[in-house]
């Protein structure tokens, strides 16, 4: 995977209780890190913090493929890092947001 490559990642979600949760979103590289993915382009989908977010059915699984480019700065690093909060973080919920991440290179 190249700067300026699609980077293409599978985000699977999971729902164990007995109601839909609703309004999902992310918040990805709250740090700033030149070598992460935002989560804040077009690829991503309703699951952009400030779009709607996505519904998991519940004793439901979903899954969505979300692209972004690889950002510049993954050059210096020679990888590139996802890593992302997932809660309903539209509505101000960020206590029990859960957090994922993988690194590519």
Same mark, same amino acid.
Request: charged share 20%.
């Given at each position: ?19 839909? /949760? ?13 070598? =992460? /993915? ?29 692209? =972004? ?7 210096? $690093?020679? $990888? ?8 309903? /973080? ?7 947001? /859960? ?7």
């Amino acid at each position: 995977m190249l700067v300026g490559d699609a980077a293409h990642v599978t985000v699977t979600l999971k729902n164990s209780g007995d109601r839909a /949760l609703g309004g999902i979103t992310v918040m990805c590289n709250r740090i700033g890190n030149s070598n =992460e /993915l935002n989560g804040r382009t077009g690829g991503w989908g309703d699951l952009q913090w400030t779009r709607p977010g996505v519904t998991v059915p519940a004793h439901g699984t979903i899954s969505l493929d979300v692209t =972004e480019v690889v950002p510049d700065g993954a050059r210096g $690093y020679g $990888y590139v890092v996802v890593r992302c909060d997932f809660g309903q /973080l539209n509505a101000g919920f960020d206590e029990g947001a /859960l957090r994922a991440s993988d690194r590519g290179s």
